[in-house]
């Protein structure tokens, strides 16, 4: 009985990790449709933000109700802002802006190099040991993009749009690393809120500065349903289901989970927009698959997730 019960709870788990990745991967057809209506990548992110941080100041309230006290040390303050700048302003940013110019399919291949930054990263900075199993996955996602990009190899040059979605995702898996080296605090929640804060406040800043008309797209939004919507499912929902899970899943699985939910991502990114995906790309999505696979597995026994979700946090401590 005991042994039906533990394969209902890990099936479950795997069940909540799963719509957690595809949610997550939403994230791009979200927002092309709210591209097509006029928004801006930055006015986009920023309204992510502010609903984020209104829902995650909540959660802490409530968390505050039920006496979690929390402070931050030195190092966690020095880890926050470095990560904040980094991987809560610029590599968000990067990220909008470039799948502005290319197809939210090729936008989930693209990003797909985050695992391969988050080896290099956590080899260098972390002093882990470089596996086989990381080389072996190393090689098929750099030989993925290679195919990905051949007009551009050939041409010897980068698109914009390519080059920010790539960039972006070395920025976001610098961030992974910095939380992991800097950052000792218990509640996750609370650093990610003061992360989500700080963002908020520099994105609006940089509204302000950039255009005359600053923040007066908030008086009339263009289909708001879908923009508060954006945050909650592709953002929030993912994030507490995402931890909630990992921590009892095993390693191998969260590693199958974490390429299959790309998969999806891009299916569902074919059938809702309409994109086609030429034979490059098919092979492509094949080798990089394969990638994320061998690399996941690893990087997640060591407790560096490569496939965290972006300006949300890595695992839990």
């Known amino acids: 009985m005991t042994f039906k019960q533990d394969d209902s709870v890990q099936r479950w788990r795997l069940a909540q990790l799963l719509v957690a990745v595809v949610l997550a991967n939403s994230k791009p057809i979200f927002s092309k449709v709210l591209y097509e209506q006029g928004w801006t990548p930055v006015q986009l992110y920023f309204v992510i933000l502010l609903v984020m941080t209104i829902v995650l100041m909540s959660h802490e309230i409530i968390s505050l109700e039920r006496g979690e006290r929390w402070g931050m040390t030195k190092k966690d303050i020095y880890g926050t802002v470095l990560s904040t700048i980094i991987g809560g302003v610029i590599g968000p940013i990067m ?4 799948l502005s110019l290319v197809t ?8 797909s190099m985050l695992p391969l930054f988050v080896v290099i ?4 900075f972390l002093k882990e040991k470089f596996s086989n199993q990381m080389a072996l996955g190393g090689f098929f996602l750099v030989i993925g993009m290679v195919v990905l990009l051949w007009k551009d190899v050939e041409a010897l040059s980068l698109s914009t749009g390519a080059f920010l979605l790539i960039a972006s995702s070395m920025l976001s898996a610098l961030t992974t690393i910095i939380h992991k080296k800097y950052i000792k605090h218990r509640h996750l929640d609370s650093i990610v809120m003061v992360r989500t804060v700080c963002s908020l406040l520099l994105v609006g800043a940089y509204i302000l500065i950039q255009d ?4 007066e797209f908030l008086a009339t939004p263009q289909n708001v349903w879908l923009v508060l919507a954006l945050p909650l499912i592709a953002y929030l929902i993912p994030f507490f289901l995402y931890f909630s899970a990992l921590r009892k899943v095993k390693a191998m699985d969260a590693g199958i989970i974490s390429a299959m939910g790309r998969v999806i991502g891009i299916v569902m990114a074919t059938s809702i927009l309409g994109e086609v995906l030429t034979q490059n790309q098919l092979v492509s999505l094949g080798l990089i698959t394969f990638g994320v696979l061998f690399i996941n597995v690893p990087l997640t026994k060591l407790r560096v997730v490569p496939s965290r979700l972006m300006e949300i946090g890595p695992l839990r401590k």
């Not at 990220?95 to 470039?98: A, V």
């Not at 939210?104 to 990003?111: D, F, I, Q, R, V």
């Not at 990263?121 to 260098?124: A, G, I, L, M």
Request: aromatic share 20%; no cysteine.
């Open 95 to 98: 990220f909008f802006e470039g």
């Open 212 to 215: 005359s008309s600053g923040l």
């Open 104 to 111: 939210a399919t090729e936008s989930l291949m693209l990003t």
């Open 121 to 124: 990263f956590s080899v260098y």
